[in-house]
């Protein structure tokens, strides 16, 4: 979350800032900001809100020069307003800051005592302010960088310039991105490689406590204990089509839609259909070692190992804790020899599972990661990287990220069960069979998308939904009722279905609607009956089930959406899609801004 980008270009740049920060928008839409230094003067322009008012506002009052900063906002210290807004101007200085400084108060009490003045509510105006004070007593910009960055706690990328110096960007990173790209006379900074997609292929990515000196003619990196040190250049391969809407009106729409195609993708890197065999990538871990797996990860990531934990525990007889992130760390778990680590996450940057992975490596645990982002941090960091290849996920909600990471926790349970000699070759090869069902058994659930848009209308005027599910549905039922609330406001539960009588059954009246996820299978009665004590006391529930669940349930539903027949391993990947076609479409009947949902940023890069 925040964005970031700088440009050292041959000519203006505020406008392709502006276009760097449309493609990193996703990570924060508080406000906004652009700074070149020209002239020997910082100009500035910042708005609230959307980046589209600063792009008006520029509209209307060029902002000339050739080296500039700028940043989208997804604000953790100080409200959303235009003061808080970044690029921050301190004296000479003038940066921009993705992360959490979290000892700033304590170097703002200190700065405030030596008469300083702050114009922000922001942890990075002191920052700023550390580094300005450095340059008044006579610093170079490198050697005051150098020396304000050790004094910073917590997490940071920084893109800072000086009046002084129209030709240096210096950019500084510790548990958030930041990348360098290359091109030609003019070089960049910026979060990721999609925010420089436009301007360069060719990207290095700074490690953990990097800093750099960014100028026209080149790129000096130094690590974090100040020796200088080359990162390899790679070529990011990703081009200004892969973050368009298409025919779609949201990116939302379009990444449910990307769905069978993009867990084709990445189921076919994990099974031979030819041998009838699932594979991981090449390991010289021994999986057969593992005697309990510890996952963690946050938010619908974490609903995936909740899943996992009923698929490992069922095929390979292997123990599974499942932690949100947050909460992991600071419980003290308990980490055994043989325990396998493995984190979850889209963008491979979230910080809360970035620490919980780093924690476990500390422990000595062996580290797997289920990750969409090749380049990120988790997947550099791990022992054992499992790609998703969902590409570029960029509606904040998740869609397709959850499914490939589905996808690929089913094939890490099969591996897993086959180590542990927990699976025969003709049940691994009928599991395999089912996997490859999965795309075409998303396209039939995708059919029903219009069946889904029509009854959006009866839930979007609810004020509370639950969901309901049992086995590896629960989770699902969990991730409905996350998505629900993200991108319609709408206040909603998951639920075991058998834990209901324990006390939400309470909740119910007419008013509340119920979405039970229902495949027919071992689990598929007593599901109905939870079910039904719903009903009995009025509440209206719309059942999505296969054909045979419905004939047998569907009676006396407010409506119900009929998923084909699919084994129950896969039951929760194709189910997935009706639960987020419906808050999508519950969303856009409410008229939120779908995309973009109010206090939420994509990419959590703080604790
Ligand atoms: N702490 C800074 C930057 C916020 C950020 O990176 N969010 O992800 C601020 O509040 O402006």
Same mark, same amino acid.
Not at 35 to 39: L, P, Q
Not at 194 to 201: G, M
Not at 275 to 283: Q, S
């Given at each position: 979350?925040c964005?970031?980008?700088?440009?050292l270009g041959?000519?203006?740049?505020?406008?392709?800032?502006?276009e760097?920060l449309?493609?990193?928008e996703?990570?924060g839409y508080?406000?906004a900001?652009v700074?070149?230094?020209?002239?020997g003067?910082i100009?500035?322009?910042?708005a609230?809100?959307k980046?589209?008012?600063?792009a008006?506002?520029?509209?209307?009052?060029?902002l000339p &020069?050739?080296?500039?900063i !700028?940043?989208?906002r997804?604000?953790?210290?100080g409200?959303?307003t235009?003061?808080?807004?970044h690029?921050h101007?301190i004296g000479?200085? $003038?940066?921009v800051?993705n992360g959490?400084?979290?000892?700033f108060k304590?170097?703002?009490d200190e700065?405030?005592?030596e008469g300083?003045?702050?114009?922000?509510?922001?942890?990075?105006?002191?920052?700023g302010h550390l580094?300005a004070?450095?340059?008044?007593?006579g610093?170079s910009?490198e050697a005051?960088?150098k020396?304000v960055?050790?004094?910073?706690h917590?997490?940071? +990328?920084l893109a800072? %310039?000086?009046?002084?110096d129209?030709? =240096?960007?210096i950019?500084?990173r510790l548990?958030?991105p930041?990348v360098?790209?290359y &091109?030609?006379?003019?070089?960049?900074?910026?979060s990721?490689a999609? +925010?420089?997609?436009?301007?360069?292929?060719r990207?290095?990515?700074?490690?953990e406590g990097d800093w750099?000196?960014?100028?026209?003619?080149g790129v000096?990196i130094f690590?974090?204990?100040?020796?200088?040190?080359?990162?390899?250049?790679?070529?990011s391969?990703i081009?200004?089509?892969l973050?368009?809407k298409?025919n779609?009106r949201h990116?939302?729409?379009?990444? #449910?839609y990307?769905?069978?195609?993009v867990v084709a993708?990445?189921?076919?890197?994990?099974l031979?259909t030819l041998?009838?065999? $699932?594979?991981?990538?090449? %390991?010289e871990f021994?999986l057969?070692?593992?005697?309990r797996? !510890?996952?963690?990860a946050?938010g619908? !990531?974490?609903?995936?190992?909740?899943?996992?934990?009923y698929?490992?525990?069922?095929l390979?007889?292997?123990p599974?804790e499942v932690?949100?992130?947050?909460e992991f760390?600071?419980?003290?778990p308990? =980490?055994?020899p043989n325990t396998?680590?493995?984190v979850?996450?889209?963008?491979g940057e979230?910080?809360?599972?970035?620490?919980a992975l780093r924690? %476990?490596?500390?422990?000595?645990v062996t580290?797997?990661g289920? #990750?969409?982002?090749?380049?990120s941090?988790?997947?550099?960091? $791990?022992?054992?990287?499992?790609?998703?290849?969902?590409?570029?996920e960029i509606g904040?909600?998740?869609t397709?990220?959850?499914?490939c990471?589905l996808a690929? %926790?089913?094939? =890490?349970?099969?591996?897993?069960a086959r !180590?542990k000699?927990?699976l025969?070759?003709a049940?691994e090869?009928?599991?395999?069979?089912h996997l490859?069902e999965?795309?075409?058994?998303m396209?039939a659930a995708?059919s029903?998308?219009?069946?889904i848009e029509g009854m959006a209308?009866?839930?979007a005027?609810a004020?509370?939904?639950?969901?309901l599910?049992r086995g590896?549905?629960y989770?699902?039922?969990?991730?409905?009722a =996350?998505k629900?609330?993200?991108?319609s406001?709408?206040?909603?539960e998951?639920?075991a279905?058998?834990?209901m009588?324990?006390g939400?059954i309470?909740?119910?009246d007419e008013?509340v609607?119920?979405?039970? #996820?229902a495949p027919?299978?071992?689990l598929?009665?007593k599901?109905?009956?939870?079910?039904?004590e719903?009903q009995?006391r009025g509440g209206?529930v719309?059942?999505?089930s296969?054909?045979e669940g419905l004939?047998?349930a569907g009676e006396?539903?407010?409506?119900t959406?009929e998923?084909p027949?699919?084994h129950p391993?896969?039951?929760?990947?194709?189910?997935?899609?009706?639960v987020q076609?419906?808050?999508?479409?519950?969303?856009?009947?409410k008229g939120t801004?779908?995309?973009?949902?109010?206090n939420l940023a994509?990419?959590?890069?703080v604790e």
């Open positions: 979350m964005g970031i980008i700088g440009i041959t000519d203006d740049v505020a406008e392709r800032l502006v760097g449309r493609r990193l996703y990570r508080d406000s900001g700074a070149t230094v020209h002239d003067r100009e500035r322009q910042r609230e809100g980046l589209n008012n600063l008006r506002k520029l509209g209307q009052e060029h &020069g050739h080296s500039g !700028a940043h989208t997804w604000a953790t210290h409200a959303p235009e003061d808080n807004a690029p101007i000479d200085v $003038v940066l800051h959490i400084i979290e000892n304590p170097l703002r700065l405030l005592a300083r003045t702050f114009n922000s509510q922001t942890d990075t105006e002191v920052v580094v004070r450095e340059v008044e007593r610093a910009p005051a960088v020396a960055l050790p004094r910073l917590g997490a940071f +990328a800072i %310039m000086f009046k002084s129209p030709d =240096l960007i950019g500084a548990g958030a930041l360098v790209g &091109g030609e006379g003019e070089n960049y900074l910026g990721d999609i +925010a420089l997609a436009p301007l360069t292929q990207i290095a990515y700074l490690d750099a000196m960014v100028r026209r003619a000096q690590d974090k204990d100040n020796n200088p040190v080359e990162r390899p250049i790679t070529l391969g081009t200004g089509a973050i368009d298409g779609h990116f939302m729409q379009k990444e #449910i990307e769905q069978p195609v993708q990445t189921l076919s890197s994990y031979r041998e009838a065999r $699932v594979a991981l990538p090449d %390991m021994d057969g070692s593992v005697e797996v !510890a996952i963690v946050c619908t !990531a974490s609903y995936v190992g909740a899943i996992g934990k698929w490992i525990e069922q390979a007889r292997v599974v932690d949100v992130a947050s760390r600071y419980r003290e308990v =980490l055994g396998l680590g493995l979850i996450s889209q963008s979230t910080a809360d599972t970035l620490a924690h %476990m490596k500390a422990c000595g580290t797997a289920i #990750i969409n982002v090749p380049t941090s988790m997947a550099r960091e $791990v022992d054992l990287l499992l790609p998703t290849h969902a590409g570029p904040v909600a998740s397709k990220a959850f499914t990471q690929v %926790m089913a094939a =890490l349970s099969a591996n897993l !180590a000699g927990r025969e070759a049940e090869a009928r599991l395999v069979r490859t999965v795309p075409a058994a396209n995708l029903h998308d219009a069946e209308h009866t839930i005027g004020r509370d939904v639950l969901y599910g590896p549905d989770p699902l039922a969990l991730e409905g =996350l629900l609330k993200e991108i406001y709408i206040h909603a998951g639920y279905a058998g834990e009588k324990h939400p309470a909740l119910i008013s609607p119920v979405i039970v #996820i027919s299978g071992p598929f009665e599901t109905v009956s939870n079910m039904q719903v009995a209206k719309v059942l999505i296969d054909a004939a047998q006396g539903a407010l409506a959406i998923m027949k699919v391993l896969i039951a929760p990947l194709v189910y997935a899609v009706p076609l419906l808050a999508y479409h519950v969303a856009v009947a801004d779908v995309d973009q949902p109010r994509k990419s959590v890069t």
